[in-house]
């Protein structure tokens, strides 16, 4: 059953970590019930981090560790920014990875019911040649 009355955010939702840890993804979704005086996200249920050279190491160790231990997160989506490539964890039970390559490559996001093409996603990426 897909998840309603959802908002994104660009790189200033603050997703708070059960261990205390502030983390500012690239792209957040949250589907906690809105309150403008709110500090942080209640529900943060999509992550979406761009993974460039100087911060790729992190957003796939530290930060996904962090993102699997928020309750309500459903999908945590990293995307590589030379090339069409991500990796799409989906919390189904335990957390289940998706390999994605290509232009035509597609990230279904379940809870959202959401599908994420990746020629729409990279449409207007400067790519490097494989």
């Not at 955010?9 to 957040?28: E, S």
Request: charged content about 25%.
């Amino acid at each position: 059953m897909p998840i309603r009355n959802c908002r994104p955010f660009l790189a200033d939702g603050k997703v708070v970590t059960p261990q205390g840890n502030f983390r500012y993804p690239d792209v957040v979704v949250d589907c906690g019930r809105f309150e403008r005086s709110a500090t942080s996200l209640r529900e943060p249920t999509l992550v979406i981090e761009v993974l460039s050279k100087s911060t790729q190491w992190i957003d796939a160790t530290r930060k996904l560790e962090d993102y699997k231990s928020v309750p309500s997160m459903r999908h945590i989506l990293l995307l590589s920014q030379d090339e069409a490539r991500g990796q799409l964890w989906t919390r189904a039970g335990d957390w289940r990875l998706d390999e994605l390559a290509g232009i035509e490559a597609q990230a279904r996001l379940s809870a959202l019911d959401v599908v994420l093409s990746f020629d729409a996603v990279y449409a207007n990426a400067q790519l490097d040649p494989e």
